[in-house]
């Protein structure tokens, strides 16, 4: 029997070693780990692991903590500075290979981004570069290296390769790529040595990369197999690495001793304000929210950053005879074609893998529909950037594998579960899976809640809808008895007799009492989100989408002018919307400017929305008081008590929900057991309420 996808389901050697498949999980931090008591292995890691590779991917890389030699900074990362760590890897090792995977581990030195540490001193590079001339300003200015720390460096690579060896891993997976230490050498706009490690000569700019590779193999042995992480492009960086320099690092990579190259860009954006100035390998994000002006001819812009760094890729390919891995918003569609094509050989991924460690083996037994699928929403990254335990938006059990493994419950009860949006879709899956008798009542006609509303406003960029799909498909495999189109009541409740009842039927909208608010130019969020969801009925939400941008649609339900009301994460993901519907559009908030995007994530997401709206002459109005709407928009007052009209044909409100306490009232007493979870009870975001769902299901 052909299996399903089957480029991506043939094995591939990487030196010495055989991965069953060519699916990978790439090495990246968890923020799991302690680093008071050391940042020694621990169970929640090894839980994770072991269910990614039961989940089928081929080979599995695991990023140590940055290599440091003071053994006592708070480095975050399962560290391996000395043998006492050797034990901690050996059972992480175990329980990836007793399940047929391959056990990588990723190495990096963090270089000059040591100072996002707070509290480690400024970093080291290749270069000692001032703030205004920095590929990162933001930065501390880093301490250019000395040929010994240089030489140090390199030692630290091969110290833990070789106790990688020791504690019975498979081999080591060299990160060269970001702004990390390597990759200062390699990048003439960061490199601007004039010794044996300057940018002068292609050789002195590899010297250190080449050197750890050469060292690794002179402690581990030819056989020891090396994958060489590094950045193809530094796209949009002045002298940054570009795709002629990178196939020449490939050849002298190869030649090195690497068996393997896992290729990708960094993406540099630029915005007015320098403490934001960033760089990203996100390539979702670099074309979020929106990306106006040329783009690099390496980087396929058509998907908007899935599979983006595939042509560079393929132009590595080109100048070596060693397997070729990319990463980038990839996925098995584009990874089976990409692979066939003959551009890479194995796909990276990450954030996929967060969401859904059985993906590779859901993928190889053709059941792509129960594939929990990642929304590219950043949640992960932005937990990590604040220093907090990665989660994720849609799979609550990352990171809580063994707790929340699904069992059977002690006592079968009959739940009745109100609302299918996300988190009562959760709750009823859990619920039933662990052997309730489930009853999921939604008085649309069909699953899904806000999440097919939420992606007629955001697009394509997060797959909402895939969200939506997978939670419905999984209800009904589950086996949820669902009551579509039926609003359920105290009197339902009444008739079923449940044991318990969960209330999920989402927040209110928040509508201000302000004279005219009532008014024919008047759009409220329950106004809108009501047509949409008529709409809805009869098609989906791309097509939603698309006819609210056809000419004749565009200033039917909405004008040309549009202040909307409410300026925080619900404001401005409107705003985005309809400035792409070319509206001219004020945001007002009661609220100060510091809270200006409130909800969204504070990594990538808020800012560059923020400068986006601002680029394209939106205006923020803050800190005053709702006073009436009039014919022609909106009349605030000022702190100084000055009156304004902000103009206006059409008035919306997208205000933060508040909790639906009436229909918990209503059901009081109803059921022995009555729980209200997501919106409905503390509107937040759909990780809270995804969360929320999942964690009562396992409480009934």
């Not at 339900?557 to 994460?569: E, P, T």
């Not at 009209?645 to 909790?659: E, F, G, M």
């Amino acid at each position: 029997m052909t299996p399903s996808y089957p480029h991506l389901a043939q094995p591939i050697d990487i030196g010495s070693v055989t991965s069953k498949n060519r699916i990978m999980k790439n090495g990246t931090g968890f923020f799991w780990d302690d680093p008071s008591t050391g940042g020694f292995m621990n169970d929640q890691y090894l839980d994770y692991f072991e269910a990614l590779a039961k989940g089928g991917a081929g080979l599995i890389s695991s990023a140590t903590g940055p290599l440091i030699r003071d053994v006592k900074a708070p480095m975050p990362g399962f560290k391996v500075v000395s043998d006492e760590y050797i034990p901690g890897w050996r059972k992480w090792a175990g329980v990836v290979q007793k399940h047929g995977a391959l056990a990588f581990h990723q190495l990096f030195h963090l270089g000059p981004m040591t100072p996002l540490f707070v509290t480690a001193p400024p970093g080291i590079s290749a270069s000692s570069i001032p703030r205004e001339q920095s590929p990162r300003p933001g930065f501390s200015v880093p301490r250019e290296a000395t040929v010994a720390e240089i030489e140090d460096v390199i030692d630290m690579f091969a110290e833990a390769a070789e106790r990688m060896k020791r504690a019975g891993l498979d081999g080591t997976e060299v990160n060269g790529a970001c702004n990390h230490f390597l990759n200062n050498f390699m990048s003439r706009a960061w490199n601007k040595r004039e010794d044996e490690y300057g940018a002068q000569t292609l050789e002195s700019r590899m010297r250190p990369f080449v050197s750890v590779i050469k060292e690794i193999k002179r402690r581990n042995g030819a056989d020891w197999p090396i994958i060489a992480l590094f950045n193809a492009v530094e796209v949009d960086l002045a002298d940054g690495i570009t795709i002629e320099e990178s196939k020449l690092f490939a050849q002298e990579l190869v030649k090195a001793g690497a068996d393997a190259l896992e290729v990708r860009a960094e993406y540099y954006t630029w915005v007015d304000d320098v403490d934001h100035r960033q760089s990203l390998h996100f390539p979702d994000v670099y074309f979020y929210p929106g990306h106006e002006g040329p783009v690099n001819p390496y980087v396929d812009a058509k998907g908007k950053g899935a599979g983006a760094n595939i042509p560079m890729a393929a132009e590595i390919k080109k100048v070596v005879d060693v397997p070729v891995i990319t990463v980038g918003r990839l996925d098995q569609n584009i990874g089976e074609k990409a692979i066939a094509d003959g551009k890479i050989d194995i796909i990276s991924l990450n954030r996929r893998l967060f969401a859904d460690p059985e993906l590779p083996r859901k993928v190889f037994e053709g059941r792509t529909e129960d594939i929990n699928v990642c929304n590219s929403c950043m949640t992960c990254f932005d937990a990590c950037e604040h220093f907090q335990p990665v989660k994720c938006r849609v799979n609550a059990s990352l990171g809580k594998e063994r707790e929340y493994a699904i069992t059977p419950a002690p006592v079968r009860k009959k739940i009745m579960v109100i609302g299918g949006g996300p988190a009562g879709m959760e709750a009823a899956r859990v619920a039933a899976l662990r052997g309730h008798e489930v009853h999921l009542y939604e008085k649309q006609p069909k699953l899904g809640g806000s999440l097919p509303v939420a992606a007629v406003v955001k697009g394509k960029r997060e797959d909402l809808l895939g969200t939506a799909s997978y939670l419905t498909t999984q209800v009904k495999k589950a086996g949820v008895e669902v009551h579509a189109g039926i609003t359920a009541s105290a009197r339902t409740a009444e008739q079923l007799k449940p044991d318990a009842i969960v209330v999920a039927t989402g927040g209110l909208h928040d509508v201000p009492d302000i004279p005219g608010i009532g008014g024919r130019n008047v759009l409220t969020a329950e106004k809108l989100q009501s047509t949409v969801k008529t709409m809805l009925r009869f098609t989906d939400a791309g097509v939603v989408r698309a006819l609210s941008g056809l000419p004749v649609a565009k200033n039917l339900v909405i004008g040309k002018d549009v202040v909307i009301m409410g300026g925080r994460l619900h404001g401005c993901q409107t705003a985005e919307f309809l400035l792409e519907q070319g509206k001219r559009i004020t945001i007002v908030d009661t609220a100060s400017e510091d809270e200006i995007g409130e909800g969204l994530l504070e990594v990538f997401m808020k800012p560059y929305l923020l400068y986006w709206l601002k680029d394209h002459g939106v205006r923020f109005v803050t800190e005053v008081e709702y006073e009436s709407v009039v014919h022609d928009g909106l009349v605030v007052r000022h702190k100084d008590g000055r009156k304004e009209l902000l103009a206006a044909d059409t008035v919306v409100t997208a205000l933060p929900l508040k909790p639906n306490t009436a229909i918990q009232k209503a059901l009081a007493g109803k059921a022995p057991e009555v729980y209200t979870i997501g919106d409905a009870g503390d509107p937040k975001l759909i990780v809270d309420a995804i969360a929320a769902g999942a964690k009562v299901a396992r409480e009934i």
